[in-house]
Structures are given as C-alpha cells and as structure tokens.
C-alpha cells in the first residue's frame, strides 16, 4: 500500500531532526523558531511506474536562520547547503532514502532561492529552499 502523504512528511521530519540543534515543522508556521527547516508539498505526479506501481511526491523544504547575525546566518545557510557534513540537509534527507520505510527513495533536487524572510513578528530570516523528490 503507498504511503500517504501524512507518512512522507513524518519521514523527511524524522530525518531532518538528525541535524543538532534544528528544528523541523510539518506544517508552515505563523512565528518560526530559527535554525528550522518548513516542509511544503508542492505536487504529486501519479503514476510514475506502470500503472499506479509508484507516484513521485515534490516538496519544498525550507532551510531558514535568524539573521541578529549576518556571518552566523550566512554561514548556516551553507553549511545547511552542503552536499554532505553534520549540517548538510542532502545528507540529512538521503541518508535513509526510504525515510523509515515510507518511501522507495528520496533525492533532494538542487537547493536555491537564497532571501530574506520577515517573521510575522518583524524579524529578518534568512533562508534556502531545497527541492525533494520522493517516489512511494
């Protein structure tokens, strides 16, 4: 049975938390707490592999950092840009391909849109947004 999209999230979640000091959010929030990544569903392509045999689910995750300093911030932003090391998010997100059986596999797309963000409350983020493909 495919996996909903309930699971896939859960899954990209559970293996984001793998970055210390991260916060992830399922859902997009109003005032979000920084360093954090926002997971989006952007689309879901049916019937990718013969005949209902699999649908690729495209979300957007967004990496986004308080800037109360800009090197700090911008630091953050790469080494969460990174194609692999503790802060990567390709690493993080590739390291079980499945996300905990959820999956058939997931590839995290290219990584882009560097900005600035403001927080309902005023204050200045900057972020990253991160194409995922997920097959289940």
């Known amino acids: 049975m495919p996996a909903t999209i309930a699971e896939l999230r859960t899954g990209l979640a559970d293996a984001l938390s793998a970055i210390a000091g991260f916060r992830v959010y399922q859902d997009i929030p109003d005032t979000p707490s920084t360093p954090c990544a926002v997971l989006e569903l ?4 049916y019937d990718t592999v013969m ?3 699999a649908d690729e689910y495209q979300f957007t995750v967004t990496m986004l950092s308080g800037r ?5 911030a911008q630091a953050r932003v790469e080494a969460a ?3 692999s090391g503790p802060q990567s998010i390709k690493a993080a997100l590739e390291a079980d391909p499945t996300l905990g059986g959820a999956a058939m596999t997931t590839r995290v ?8 963000f403001d927080r309902n ?3 200045q983020l900057l972020g990253v ?3 995922v493909s997920i097959y289940a």
């Open 42 to 45: 952007r689309r879901v392509s």
């Open 51 to 53: 005949a209902r045999g």
């Open 68 to 72: 109360a300093d800009d090197r700090t």
């Open 81 to 83: 840009v990174a194609g």
């Open 109 to 116: 797309m290219e990584a882009g849109g560097l900005q600035s």
């Open 121 to 123: 409350d005023g204050l």
């Open 129 to 131: 947004e991160f194409q």
